[in-house]
């Protein structure tokens, strides 16, 4: 794949923002609106797909997490970041970024306003998205962490019921060396849901979601959540 050939240089410019962003301050804490935050992946299919697809709004499924948790050794406890570090909700960031890589790769035909107007419909939750720092002796790491559970539904059959074909989730974390000069973990939450959706992107082009005519992944159960 493209992607994979492309991935080293990435990785270097995904360490040169971090670098960057240790000696400056971010002015614009918003993942889908700041580049220096958010790099969007650019992923697109060989094999542009034909089906339309629908995606629900994200749905916020993190568990409360304290702003001071312990992390494996009590002594450097994790001092976890709360969400009104940024400009806004971090459901809706996500949302957006979500909704725009799935429509710039090119795996489905057009993505709907509507679940009456799409084969498939994705209903993506956000398991987990937090930042913190771990201070050590030899000096602090900035800590990501993003999870993302997507569902996705068939085609509706006569009675509007479609069934479940797929059901993963994709997780990252990142963690910085330990250093005096800590890199901005604005940056480092970006780094981390890039890694996830560039994930779940690969895995609904591998298992042939968009492309009609291609037979889905095998169905693991019915849910009549979405009707026609």
Known sequence: MAWAMCAPR??????GL???????????????????L??????????????KVFVATLEDARETVTPAAPAGDVK????????ERWLRPVTEMVDEILRREIEDSEIFDE??????????????????????????????????????????H???????????????????????????RTASRYVLAGVSLRACMVRML??????????????LPVPSAVDASFRR
């Open 10 to 15: 990435l990785a270097a410019l995904l360490l």
């Open 18 to 36: 971090l670098a960057v962003s240790a000696c400056k301050s971010t002015p614009v804490p918003d993942l889908a609106k700041n580049s220096e």
């Open 38 to 51: 958010y790099a969007f992946s650019e992923f697109v299919t060989k094999l542009p797909g034909d089906r």
């Open 76 to 83: 450097y406890p994790i001092l976890y970041d709360t969400d």
């Open 111 to 152: 993505v709907c306003e509507s679940p009456k107007d799409a084969q498939i419909v994705i209903t993506p939750s956000l398991i987990a998205f937090r930042t913190g720092a771990l201070e050590e002796i030899s000096g602090g790491r900035g800590i990501a962490e993003v999870a993302i559970r997507f569902r996705v």
């Open 154 to 180: 068939g085609p509706a059959d006569a009675s509007g019921e479609r069934t479940l074909v797929l059901d993963q989730t994709v997780v990252d974390r990142k963690v910085t060396e330990a250093s005096f």
């Open 202 to 215: 690969q895995v609904l082009d591998s298992k042939n979601i968009g492309r009609d005519g291609m037979p």
